[in-house]
């Protein structure tokens, strides 16, 4: 059985097998999905992905296990979460942790130079799970990356125009994304007398201004991490700073961090390109250029971004990302690769989205797509309901039946709770004068056509309806 | 950072690292999967599962990992290919081995008592991967199943027309599926004289009847079996009948199979209902009622089938399946819950359509989905571009633009390569009359437009342009 090949012996072991009925689970920290959050998750992926199709972008996979040394020594600390295949002989390999080293190092692989991708999957972390807080061992991620020697900001604007279109389409909510630029940030620190060997441990405290007052941060700062106090006094100036960009930049080129800084400078001139392009892509007005923006990460090099929900009932970031063009060289010893990407919340999104269902019955997602439910009055009449199923199937239209015997007082409410959109009905009578009815659920309406209309009568009224979808 | 936090420390632990750069590389037996294999696994996937959902399937997912001890026991001496996870403190976890345990499981842990699931997902074994035949260590499943309580045969006719329908959809050449039924064989062996201590060994031997003659198979029986030779040439008789289910259905009603044994008078009447079902359904052609059909598998209860290519360049089935009514109830306290399903070989079908995109260069799929490719003549022109780019993708119409200036010389011969369909085009002299020029690459064919009036120009085309796909 070339299928299947192993089960062959399963059953007979199984019933040799002396041990009792266990009760099944689930391991910790991991999910099942239903087949209802099933109908949600493709709703999100179908329209983020669309997205990213209108873009040209292409997908990729690669396995769910890595060779353990391409893992090792990228996620510090971190690793002791990575999960370990156990040493049954040959290769020593790890789950995938995410999806951005096996994106460097397929691009290493296979030498692909210039690719817009993106990459829906699962990635593994053996971490405690904070089930409460949506935080699991098995979550999607959901990444999107341009990786290529393109002019300077092109791609950069794209990304960007890429995720409000996501936010947008996906219509959770009011957001903005917030901006700054790793160059800007580091001729920050310069220009407000931060050692270099202060950068990253200033950054990290920075980047908690999201969460904590500029009061706390300076403490932190100072006290925490030896910074001089005036030191600070000038980061808290600079940081506080947060406009649209165009009107930040304008203030910026009166600032030590266009006049007296190279670095700075720099990065300005960089952001002004961008802000133009945002402009001509129609999206500068949801970008804020937020100078306390730090993002953890250690390997962008250029341009950064959050998205937030700015209403009150969600928090934190839903999409963050940037540019790193340092990243896919370390694999590869053809140089490095610049590339800038995002990666959207998905498992955030979700959560999001079963919450608006279970708030709001009228935009609950469908389990099933079904169209069309037929059914018979009075007799079974089971061939004649098979006969018409595999009608409409051969339309391509979506049909079930009941299996079991039901009384059309039973069916209908559940055919209306399902939200299926029509029903075909018939009885011996209809059977005797070679006729069906149609009836379309939402007005309650019924017509009856002959039995030989019954396709092309119903099929203006299914693409109506999957135009509505 | 909530969407990657532990990247932080990466970069800083690279570049600290020692080691020299690796030549990266996949684990063995396990692929990258490219955009150009994506695209062809999309398509594949896309046209499977609208068959599932045309008749109210939904889907599910489980996690990549289980409880060992959910496996242990299921594969008999096959356990030994099971990924194990190492013991990393905490529960003891292996990678799915195939996606019909987790199903059990999954019903036992849910409770869910009917159901029609597909489920399309990767499993692992660590074979020894023989990469020029197509078995790899990881590969997708496609499984699809009915499980619940419904009147005989009802739902095993309609896992067989979607069987029928998914291989008509895919259109990858000629096939038939053969059919036969798990107590009519036994009911055969026992009527043949076999013990029923060798009706399994039999069975198996009766499995390699699509590959070898009969008798070799016979030889198999008497000399390594140790069955009477009286006992195989009864099966020889048997096994050699195959026709139309409804005319092999009248014949063996003359045997002794349903004048003589209780169950083969009960497996012929299951089959007679069957067989009429599938008539209404319109697939009975499709089907071969075929006698030398065992199917290794021990846990089939009732209808086995297999699909197989009937033209001569592709070998070996392509789906098979069967009823199972006993298997779920193994992971539950709650009793049995009867089932059947079918499990479609996608890995067959991507190999197949990959095969024939190679040789029918007018078969192969697109990479990208992208509509219109906008460029500029002369001048980059890179503001009106961007801005037309934005209209069309507000248009929700899938539109590229070149990052680097190309003259449009070299562009026009890719966006053909690519089979773009639609271009918008536009140099000084239209931007000062305010138009564009829209050119349908399939007849070469140009169209000047008003600026205002392109999307509205274009939709039409885009529309008839998508029906075709």
Known sequence: NPLNPSLDSWFTSMLQSTSSIRKPKVPKGVRDFTPHQMAIREQAFGRITSVFKRHGGVTIDTPVFELKEILTGKYGE???????????????????????????RYLAVHGEGNIKRYHIAKVYRRDNPQIARGRFREFYQCDFDIAGEYPLMVPDAEVLKILTEILDDLDLGTYEVKLNHRVLLDAMLELCGV???????????????DKEEWETVKI???????LAEEAADKIGEYVSMKNQ??????QLKETGLYLESKGGRA??????????????FGVIDKISFDLSLARGLDYYTGVIYEAVFTDNNVVGSVAAGGRYDKLVGMFSNKGDIPAVGVSIGIERIFAIMERKMAEDASAVVRDTETEVYVASIGDELLQEKMEICAELWSAKIKTEFPYKKRTLAKLFPEVLGARIPFMVVFGSSELENDTVNL?????????????????????????????GE
């Open 78 to 104: 971190d690793s002791k979460l990575i999960y370990d295949l156990a040493d049954q002989g040959g290769e020593i390999l790890a789950l995938r942790y995410d999806l951005t080293v096996p994106f460097a």
């Open 195 to 209: 050692p270099p060997a202060k950068f990253r441990p200033i950054c990290s405290a920075i980047d908690k201004l």
């Open 220 to 226: 932190e700062m100072v006290q925490e991490k030896g």
């Open 245 to 250: 960009p165009k009107v930040l930049f304008e």
């Open 267 to 280: 990065a300005l001139d960089d952001l002004e390109k961008l802000f133009q392009y945002l402009e001509w």
């Open 439 to 467: 009836k379309i659920m939402s007005d309650r309406q019924e017509v009856t056509v002959k039995r030989s209309e019954m396709v092309e009568t119903l099929l203006p009224y299914i693409e109506e309806y999957r135009q």
